[in-house]
């Protein structure tokens, strides 16, 4: 179960890191336009 549990948490981090990078793709855009 803590297997499961710590995967989980890899995927949310990497899921996060995902979003971050999208958001902060969207503010250089936005900076540059």
Do not use: P
């Not at 989980?8 to 900076?31: H, Q, T, Y």
């Amino acid at each position: 179960m803590g297997t499961r549990l710590l995967w989980i948490d890899v995927i949310l981090k990497k899921g996060g890191k995902v979003i971050r990078w999208e958001s902060a793709k969207v503010d250089v855009s936005i900076f540059n336009s």
